[in-house]
């Protein structure tokens, strides 16, 4: 890590790159999301969720499989309890919920002969409920945006650093929300976005500020020390005064997320991998999004 001593990379004068890295995956993102759409999970579908209980441990992948036929479209089947043998099944299948646990019980029945199954627990989640659900959650982070903008405004004294946090964020969480749906059907673990993905999403906002703000407070520092130094190559100072602190928090932030992801088990792996793309584009977003909105936002209103 000797090369973090004294490191000096031009992060603003690669600025336009980053603007066409970030636009392409950005509208990318945005185009999955309105042609293909946002993969739901029955959290805000509304549905149905069995959990059952089997004598010895059973493949959550064979399960979905096999149970997609039968039930008319793929089924969430997570792994629940410590034992590895307790089942969480969802569905959104329309029939009524004894009509739904027969089909769930003599599918299993004809898998896994050998390996008995018990249903412990039924539910059924409503669409009232469900659409209350996911207006709450739009309204979580559109509220947490504008107070971030608020915070930032009142603590910086510089509406530049508000609008380049925001934008960093927003520019953050489409592009998550987009990877899930490019990859919803070619991953084998879940990647609907369910109130656990809500929270991922809204833990990744948290670390890109962090991560945002300590720029933010170097540039400040920098600009009251360096009066006499440009704007763009205080920044650029300041991006490589945190660059050590920044680069070293998300390895080990990386490092526990991907141990969560790879032994946390097949309910925490869409969590998980939120948090990995997250914390990948909160670091990046900081050094080459933020930031260079702010320089981009002040070179503009000293001009007018």
Do not use: C
């Not at 549905?47 to 399960?63: A, H, I, P, W, Y």
């Not at 032994?263 to 914390?279: C, R, W």
């Amino acid at each position: 890590m000797r090369w973090f001593e004294t490191p000096s990379f031009n992060f603003t004068g690669t600025r336009k790159m980053a603007y066409i890295i970030s636009a392409v995956l950005f509208l990318a993102s945005l185009g999955a999301i309105l042609t293909k759409g946002l993969q739901y999970g029955i959290d805000f579908r509304g549905g149905k969720e069995f959990v059952l209980q089997f004598d010895s441990e059973v493949s959550v992948v064979d399960l979905r499989e096999n149970l997609s036929n039968p039930l008319g479209a793929t089924p969430e089947v997570k792994l629940f309890g410590q034992e590895g043998n307790e089942v969480l099944i969802r569905t959104d299948n329309e029939s009524e919920i004894n009509v739904v646990q027969d089909i769930i019980t003599s599918t299993v029945q004809e898998v896994y002969p050998d390996n008995p199954a018990t249903v412990i627990k039924t539910d059924v989640v409503g669409p009232r409920f469900a659409e209350d659900l996911k207006w709450g959650a739009l309204q979580a982070i559109i509220y947490a945006i504008v107070i971030i903008f608020i915070y930032i405004l009142i603590r910086f004294r510089n509406w530049t650093f508000s609008a380049g946090a925001v934008a960093a964020l927003v520019h953050d969480v489409v592009i998550v929300l987009g990877i899930f749906t490019i990859l919803a059907d070619l991953v084998p673990f879940s990647l609907q976005i369910d109130q656990s993905i809500i929270a991922a999403f809204l833990t990744i906002v948290g670390y890109s500020l962090n991560d945002t703000v300590v720029v933010f407070d170097r540039i400040r520092e920098n600009s009251i020390v360096h009066k006499g130094m440009d704007y763009m190559p205080m920044v650029n100072k300041s991006l490589n005064d945190t660059l050590s602190r920044t680069v070293i928090t998300s390895i080990t932030t990386l490092f526990v997320v991907l141990v969560l992801f790879i032994f946390g088990g097949e309910v925490l792996k869409g969590f998980s991998f939120a948090l990995l793309i997250g914390i990948v584009l909160g670091t990046y977003s900081s050094l080459f999004v933020a930031s260079a909105l702010v320089v981009e936002l002040e070179e503009r209103t000293q001009k007018s």
